[in-house]
């Protein structure tokens, strides 16, 4: 297992970017690939590299350092260290599942603790990894229960967030994931529908799928997918396909390749 996370640094600010990189290189655990001075700079520069950790700031210019989390969620994100200096989005940073805040001007001591606490959890997810990996490969074998009973410790389920972040201008709009009713798309953004307005959200279906527990969300269609909780009622047509009644009031078709999902709630 690795010992040394690959790390970037993405600030608008030079003199930033530069201090940081001088510190991170006394810290062993950490090698760092790659600057980056802007989010689009940084997306391009994460699909190249793949970077296990980003040193992420969250104030600047055009797209916010909370745009590139949206943007990157998926099972694969890399993990992030906020550097500011705003201590006003510690909460926000948090929520995104974020693995530490650092205040500028960074002091060494809290910047070797963050790095700690980031290879921590990656040697955590390396292990349910290898966990899974071990389990997969066993699955179509006749003994696989027994393998699962010989691994000593339960495989954790994933922490799905509770909140979705939705950036309107300026602002981010925290919706309780509880609160949505369905998602559709409309070109290049999602319309986020709750039961007292509908919010918009610049990502893909499938990167917001990705970010949404399954055993919540049913996607109905390759441009929706709803909430099951809200889901009151259901009719067939004689092609085959569903027509759902949400509890706002709302219908949706589910296509016919996704019929089977719906079925599968109605026996169930």
């Not at 793949?50 to 969620?73: H, K, N, R, T, Y």
């Not at 959890?121 to 390396?126: K, L």
């Not at 909140?163 to 602002?171: A, C, M, Q, S, T």
């Not at 099951?228 to 759902?244: K, M, P, V, W």
Request: hydrophobic residues 40%; charged residues 30%; negative net charge.
């Amino acid at each position: 297992m690795s010992e040394v996370l690959r790390s970037i640094v993405v600030d608008d600010e030079a003199l930033a970017r530069r201090g940081l990189a001088l510190r991170l290189e006394k810290v062993p655990q950490v090698e760092l690939v790659a600057e980056c001075g802007n989010v689009p700079e940084a997306l391009d520069t994460i699909a190249e590299v793949s970077p296990d950790l980003i040193f992420l700031d969250i104030q600047m210019p055009e797209m916010s350092g909370f745009d590139l989390v949206c943007a990157l969620q998926s099972d694969t994100m890399p993990m992030i260290i906020f550097v500011t200096a705003y201590d006003e989005y510690a909460i926000e940073a948090f929520r995104v599942h974020a693995v530490d805040y650092l205040l500028k001007p960074i002091d060494e001591d809290r910047l070797r603790q963050s790095v700690a606490r980031a290879l921590e959890r990656f040697q955590a997810r390396a292990h349910r990894q290898g966990k899974q990996q071990l389990l997969d490969a066993m699955s179509g074998m006749a003994n696989a229960r027994p393998v699962r009973e010989m691994i000593d410790e339960p495989f954790p389920e994933r922490e799905w967030p509770d909140r979705l972040i939705i950036k309107d201008g300026n602002e981010f709009q925290f919706i309780k994931i509880n609160d949505i009713q369905w998602i559709d798309a409309a070109g290049d953004y999602m319309c986020v529908h709750t039961r007292d307005a509908t919010h918009i959200m610049r990502t893909t279906m499938k990167q917001l799928e990705r970010s949404l527990d399954p055993t919540v969300f049913l996607r109905v269609h390759r441009s929706s997918m709803v909430n099951r909780d809200y889901i009151a009622g259901a009719r067939t047509h004689q092609n085959g396909e569903y027509q759902l009644t949400l509890a706002g009031g709302a219908s949706l078709k589910v296509s016919r390749s996704y019929r089977n999902r719906i079925r599968e709630l109605i026996e169930n």
